[in-house]
């Protein structure tokens, strides 16, 4: 089992940076993905970065390329998801979330096996 916590949602203004963090504990593994997605009210909960196990690899939602770095520290199991540029699209709930081993860096929310609980982050316009 994987527990995931995620932190530093808020209200921010459309512009603003915010960084989230993701704490993970129980077996954690190596050679595993973290990810982040998101959901918008309404909407699917969409893909928005994942990292490797040693950071080696990232991918990113196209329109967040840029805008946003996905980051981990294996020594604090915290994975990492600084965002800049924030605009009223990027408001959506936010969930970390944790993969085995793939042959690639997966996107699809079924590849994930363990989530957080998500966190909230609101831009204002």
């Known amino acids: 089992q994987v527990q995931l916590v995620e932190s530093g949602g808020g209200l921010v203004q459309a512009g603003d940076s915010l960084r989230l963090s993701c704490t993970a504990s129980?077996?954690?593994?190596?050679?595993?993905?973290l990810g982040w997605f998101r959901q918008a009210p309404g909407k699917e909960r969409e893909f928005v970065a994942a990292?490797?196990?040693?950071?080696?690899?990232?991918d990113y939602k196209a329109s967040v390329k840029g805008r946003f770095t996905i980051s981990r520290d294996n020594a604090k199991k915290v994975v990492y998801l600084q965002m800049s540029g924030l605009n009223h699209e990027d408001t959506a709930v936010y969930y970390c979330?944790?993969?085995?081993?793939?042959?690639?860096?997966?996107?699809?929310?079924?590849?994930?096996?363990?989530w957080g609980q998500g966190t909230l982050v609101t831009v204002s316009s």
């Open positions: 129980g077996r954690t593994f190596s050679n595993n993905y």
């Open positions: 979330a944790w993969s085995g081993p793939r042959p690639e860096v997966p996107r699809a929310p079924d590849a994930y096996d363990y």
């Open positions: 990292i490797t196990w040693y950071g080696d690899r990232t």
